[in-house]
């Protein structure tokens, strides 16, 4: 036996010795303070006792965190002295209570101690802390050693005074010793405990279950058995004292001594121990003895910074907790969601009938032990390696099952399980890996299941799974072989360069299936150097333009400067192709494959005939590779998503980008003023857009004074539109039609640049043309805008933009800017106007505030007097916004329209209270591709007639078989249409799309189910209320079935189209797509 094994169970020695000679100590003293004040007060000190130290953990509690430790231990036991002096002041009356004060005392002075000593347990196995061990072996003896002193000196005592200035003595001597302590092993380095010296332990599961053993249930059954084994050891001892006093006169003399000499050799063994445990972390090799006896080193730390006693209850609460939490319910759920219900309800009643009993008994039988008196240390050790082995057993059997379970989901032909993040751990068994790979080589034949088994082989990066899939491969179809050679590639990275794999890469590049050869292309560029010259450059020139591109990508990365040559030029050829696709492709490779080696830039080069390229796609693609002029080509384009794409690269350089906007906007502004161009123009607005995200301060500076010109300009091309729609020559129909464009792109570019400042720019242009042209289509648009600009964010936005303007109390008005005394004050003036709209525009802005800001900025008589003369307006828009207005006031000032309509979603199935406002409801309907057709007022009537449902994840909308008399539309959300015979999904339905449609008009059942994916918020129009609505206006009808008519023929064309190509299982195919795309449910 080595000599670090000779330390370590020469600890184990000492501790059980400590803990045997307290215990005993502990018992002895209980009997004879029986023997002296009666067997009565026992229970009474018992209840004193748990109620005290309930009130001082408490406290305890409250100011841990609020001083030092070292005040805290003085605390207790200073506390421990104060109630002592109670109990003696007690007892001098003659009363029985002062044993319940005296022992309350004591055992709360250790109790928390000890109870400093879990804290340090856990924070050690969380952290490693390298002076933590000591300190908790130190603290957790000293608590046991004062409790053992103050027992001894009550039993000698003849005074109780003298036993408190004795006890209260040796409590600051305690004191004081953690003090030098604490500062002797913070400045000794050859004691540092470090984490690596414990990597190899359990450390999180132990450091999890110390602390939530100290506030669970079993600490409390633990401390009533404790109290209950001392009652019982008390009693023998006072038997033994009392039988045998008369025989033997000098019993009590004998325990007496037998008390002082338990407490005595605790003493001398705690610095034995103090010097010795040090040691022996460093001397042992705690890595070593971890990997051997893992369960058993893990129990031994424990047992060495705690009693045995608490360290046999940390090992219950381990097993019963990784029993029933680790083993039970984290085996039970990844089964259940990971394997279908047949393969694993046997194994759920195995789970349920035998882990967590098994837990249930281990920890009852430890509290038998500790209620029955066995605390011998042969007991206790037996104890705590039982639970050991149990523990170590039921890991094994759960993993014997769960390995099991899976083998049965693999011969069932059930994969679904290798989805999961898991799939590393599921390959790491031996067993189900190669249960896989002989699937994968005999009978697996669904292409499906071949590619899972193969990702999972490659993820967990399985050596056998690698030879399994090259002996796989040629038996495989084309397209499969392409998934598998990626996989070869992606999965096992160390074998790229291995002959196998050149051979598979070189068959696939000779292959006649162009996604085979592209796959293996894809796979040379993943692994740069592992492909034939030669074999490459002759795919340079092909038909196939994707096999083209990625051959004259590699290439580009070639030694040879003459090859990367000709693939540059080749790639400049296919950025001038007829197809946007491989333009686009070909202009990435330029950018991203090497050109650089050169010392060239492809963009620069051809901008302007790239910039003006028809496809949107080849023009973000030249945003990746643009600077300078050519981003600021690009912030102009007609493509929103090309303008996006380069107003986010202009925002990663703001100052560069703010300076070249503000320069352009000054050279075109001039001329648009002179002579005004609606191409200008629209370039001019989209240039501001950019500016408001670039650097929203300098575009908000810059947007609000051209919010007034902007308006007019659009009010202009109306008024020429409806010019020219009224002349009849034949020539007019194409300028009409171009002008039409041009207003409608000068509309958007307004918009985005309002968007982009949010909601900072007045209202009053905005509420003049709602006024003028309530009806038209940018009003509408502009509504829809409000909405967005007014919600409760933007409303606090806008008051504090009017609170902290800095130039002279200069605040942004309706009109031009003017100068106000006060934030106040400059709302009022607005609420003031004799405009209809404005007012209410502010208050609508205003109703998302809080109550206290809200009366302070707009005064209640005004308040009433804005909604009063709204209400008696003659326009239906007015009214109905003063009504909802109105609304939000008298619900508490609620957010009148929140970020999101789910925000206001009750937990009950169905609101009674309308949500959405009927113009709210019109916006969103119109947005709808079903009723892109409906004018206005048939807008207006569909949304009236519509009912509100709110749906909670996972609750179902309809069910199959039931009879279809309403339309669903989704708000928010997303809903989940499953085949319940298959629960094959087919469709998932989002934002704008609709649902039951063929069944409003038919009459027909319901033939799949839909619940709800997420909470959702949906418009349900029913039967009867639409044929009421018909009753008055059937053009509802026939414009919806126009709708649907279009869908079906479009359906029908595709189908004829596709019905040349494609076998049986493909058209059934397509008909599945055509019916999600029709949602007929």
Known sequence: MDASRRLFYGSWVLLFATGTAVVWGEAIGLALFIDRLGIRALPIGFLMEAVLSTIFIINIERIRDMLPEGVIVAFICLGGVGILAIGWLVVENGSDLGFGLYYAAQRIMRDL??????????????????????????????????????????????????????????????????????????????????????????????????????????????????????????????????????????AESLLRWLSVVSVISSLVIIPVQYRLLPRILQRSNAAKYAEVYPTTVSTAFAGVMILPILGIALLAEIVRTSLQASLYDTLHNQMKSTLPASVTSWAHTFLEGVIEPTGRFLAAGVLTAFVLGIISDEALLAIGFAASLLFLYSQHRAGKL????????????????????????????????????????????????????????????????????????????????????????????????????????????????????????????????????????????????????????????????????????????????????TRALAITSLVQGGINRFGERVVPLEVDRLQSDPSARVRMTVVAG???????????????????????????SRRRSTTLLVHALEEIQPQLHSSPQIVGLIRYWYLLTALANVNPRKGYEKILPEIERGLQQIDYLTSLRRTLSEMKHPPVAPILGQLNSDRAQLIQAFLDSLTAIFGKATFAPIARTLQMQPDSDEAQTMLSLLGEMTTSETARK???????????????????????????????????????????????????????????????????????????????????????????????????????????????????????????????????????????????????????????????????????????????????????????VLAVLSSGEVLGEISLFDGGVRSADAFAETTTLLLVVNRDALDDALADDPGIALDMLRVMALRIRESNKTLSRMSQKMNVSEIRQELQEIRKEMNEI
């Not at 603290?139 to 053992?148: C, E, T, W, Y």
């Not at 693999?410 to 067993?431: C, D, K, P, V």
């Not at 070189?506 to 560029?525: C, D, G, I, N, V």
């Not at 003659?874 to 925000?903: G, M, W, Y």
């Open 113 to 250: 101690l000890l109870y400093y000593t879990w804290n340090y347990v856990a924070s050690f196995y969380s952290t490693g802390s390298r002076y933590l061990l000591p300190r908790m072996a130190m603290l957790s003896r000293i608590g046991v050693v004062f409790s053992g002193i103050g027992l001894f000196l009550l039993t000698l005592a003849c005074n109780v005074e003298q036993l408190v200035w004795l006890w209260g003595g040796a409590l600051l001597a305690g004191i004081f010793a953690v003090g030098i302590f604490a500062d002797e092993f913070s400045g000794l380095p050859r004691y540092k405990i470090t984490s690596a010296s414990i990597a190899s332990v359990t450390t999180a599961k132990i450091g999890t279950a110390v602390r939530s053993l100290w506030n669970s249930e079993l600490m409390r059954y633990l401390s009533v058995g404790a109290f209950l084994m001392m009652f019982v050891l008390s009693l023998v001892f006072y038997q033994i004292l009392d039988t045998f006093r008369t025989e033997f006169p000098d």
């Open 402 to 581: 769960y390995t099991e379970t899976l083998n049965r989901a693999i011969s069932a032909g059930q994969y679904g399980f290798l989805r999961t993040n898991a799939q590393e751990q599921i390959i790491a068994n031996q067993e189900v890996e190669q249960k896989l790979i002989s699937r994968l080589e005999k009978t697996a034949s669904d292409d499906r299941d071949i590619l899972l088994i193969t990702e999972a082989l490659a993820e967990a990066g399985s050596e056998f799974g690698f030879e399994a899939i090259l002996r796989r491969w040629p038996a495989c179809p084309a397209g499969i072989q392409a998934e598998l050679l990626r996989l070869l590639i992606e999965g096992w990275p160390r074998y790229r360069r291995s002959q196998a794999v050149q051979v598979v890469v070189m068959e696939a590049l000779h292959s006649e299936a162009s996604e085979l050869r592209r796959a293996a292309l894809k796979a040379m560029l993943a692994s740069p150097g592992l492909f034939d010259t030669y074999a490459v450059a002759e795919y340079l020139i092909h038909q196939d333009p994707t096999i083209s591109t990625l051959a004259a990508q590699l290439l580009l990365q070639h030694p040879s400067e003459k090859l990367a040559k000709a693939a540059q030029a080749q790639l400049n050829w296919l950025s001038r192709a007829a197809s946007p696709s």
């Open 626 to 652: 643009a600077e300078g002029n050519a981003l600021l080509h690009s912030v102009q384009d007609v493509s929103p998503s090309v303008r996006q794409l380069a107003i986010q690269k202009m925002s990663k």
């Open 798 to 984: 806008l008051h504090l933009l009017l609170t902290r303007s800095r130039d002279n109390d200069l605040y942004v008005t309706s009109d031009i800017a003017h100068r106000a005394k006060n934030p106040a004050e400059a709302i009022q003036d607005l609420l003031r106007q004799e405009d209809e709209w404005r007012p209410l525009l502010v208050l609508y802005a205003l109703s998302a505030l809080p109550r206290v800001l809200f009366q302070e900025l707009a005064p209640e008589e005004l308040v009433e007097t804005i909604l009063e003369k709204s209400r008696q307006s003659n326009q239906d828009t007015i009214r109905e916004s003063a009504r909802l207005i109105r609304q939000a006031l008298q619900e508490d000032f609620a957010v009148f329209r929140a970020d999101s309509a789910l925000s206001r979603i009750s937990p009950t199935h169905k609101d009674n209270n309308a949500m959405l406002s009927t113009i709210e409801r019109m916006l969103f309907l119109r947005n709808v591709s079903f009723f892109e057709n409906l004018r206005l007022d048939q807008l207006r009537t569909l949304a009236r007639i519509c009912d509100e449902l709110a749906v909670n994840q996972g609750d179902y909308i309809l069910h199959k078989g039931e009879a279809g008399d309403s339309l669903f539309v989704v708000v928010e959300g997303r809903i989940k249409i499953v085949d319940p015979g298959s629960e094959n």
